[in-house]
C-alpha cells in the first residue's frame, strides 16, 4: 500500500463541494512567454474554475457599477499586489517557487476586503491568474497554485458558515497547505533513506534541492556513498551541487555530460529532481535527463525521482515537442556562425517506463500510482 499524507485527503463525513474562486490585484508579467497550444487546450479543459462560471459570478457578484467596481479594484492594488507579495517570499534562497506562490495567495485571503464568499473566491482565482501568467513556463508554479485553490475551498462547510468563519476556515486552510509543501523535502528525505546503502554510488543531474536534501540526510544518518555529479551545462549546476556535497564532506566526482554512459558501470542508482511530475508518470526535468533515464535502463540501473507533490500536474505529454518552450541563453565559448541553429531547450521528457521509483511526500510511489495520486489531490 501507498503511503498518502492524510492532509490531502478530503474528510469522506463531508461531501464534497469546491466551490470556485478567484481576484487579486495584477501585476507586472515579465516573462510573456507564449505556451503550446496543446497545453492551453488541457489548462481549459482541466481548469480548477471554467471562464463561463467566472463571468457568471462576478456578474452576480454585481449591485456595484462598473465605475464603482474600478475604484474599489484600485484602491485593493495600491494596497495589496499578489506579484510584489510573491517576490518578498521568493527572496528565501530555499524557498521553492510554488511554495512561494502558496505563501502569496494566503496573504491575498488575509488581505481580501471581500464581504461574500463570492467575492473572495473570484478574487483567489484571479490572485492565481496573476501568478501563473508571471511564468507560463513553469509547471510547479501553474500545478501549486491549482492544487492550493482545490485544496483550500474543498470543503463544503463554508456554504453553511457565516462569512468571518468561512474566511477564517479558508484561512486556516491556506496555511495549513503553505506547511504542508514547506515539510515535503523533510519527508522526501526521511522516506528516501531505506534506498540508500553504505557502500554505493549515486550519480545525479542538475541542482535539485530536495536531492541535495536527500543526500545531506543520508550523510547525516553516518551513510556511507560518494555521488557522481554531471556538470550541467550551460548554467553548470552540477558544479554548484558539488561544490555544496563537497561542504559536506561526502566524496564527489565531476563528470563530463557526456560521460554518463561511460561512467554508469560505477553506479548503483540515478537520482534526479522534476520540474513536474505529470500524468502518465514519467517527468518533465533539466535537459539531459532522459538520456541519462535510458542509459540507466539499459543498464539495469534504477532511476529514482525526488519530486514535491506540489509539481504534480495535469499534463500529459506525447513527446519532447509537446511541452511549453522553456529557452535559455547558451554561451560556447566560441563564435557560431548565424547560419548555425542552436538548441535552446531548458528541459526534457522522461517517459514513466524508464523511472523507477518516485519519492514524494504523499509516500514512495510507482510512475503507474502517479494518475490515481492526481485524481485524489485534484477531485
Partial sequence: MWRRSASFILDERRSSNSPPMADTTRGPFPNPDSISAYYQTRAAHHGVITSDWLAQAQAAVGGVSGEEHSVAELGKEKSFNVIDEFNSWRKQPDLAEAVAAIRALAAVIRASEATTMMELEIELKKASDTLKSWDKTSISLTAGCD?????????????????NSAKSRLLERAEKFGEISCKARRIIAMLSQDFIFDGCTILVHGLSRVVLEVLKAAAQNNKLFRVLCTEGRPDGTGVLLSSELSKLDIPVKLLLDSAVAYSMDEVDMVFVGADGVVESGGIINMMGTYQIALVAHSMNKPVYVAAESYKFARLYPLDQKDMAPALRPIEFGVKIPAKVEVERSARD???????????????????????????QLYL
Avoid at 485553490?149 to 457565516?162: G, H, Q
Avoid at 523511472?355 to 490515481?372: A, H, I, M, N, Y
Fill in 349 to 375: 521528457y522522461t517517459p514513466p517506463q524508464y523511472l523507477t521509483l518516485l519519492f514524494t511526500d504523499l509516500g514512495v510511489l510507482s510512475p503507474s500510482v502517479v494518475s490515481d495520486e492526481l485524481i
Fill in 147 to 163: 492544487l492550493f485553490i482545490r485544496y483550500v475551498t474543498r470543503t463544503s462547510a463554508l456554504e453553511y458558515e457565516d462569512f
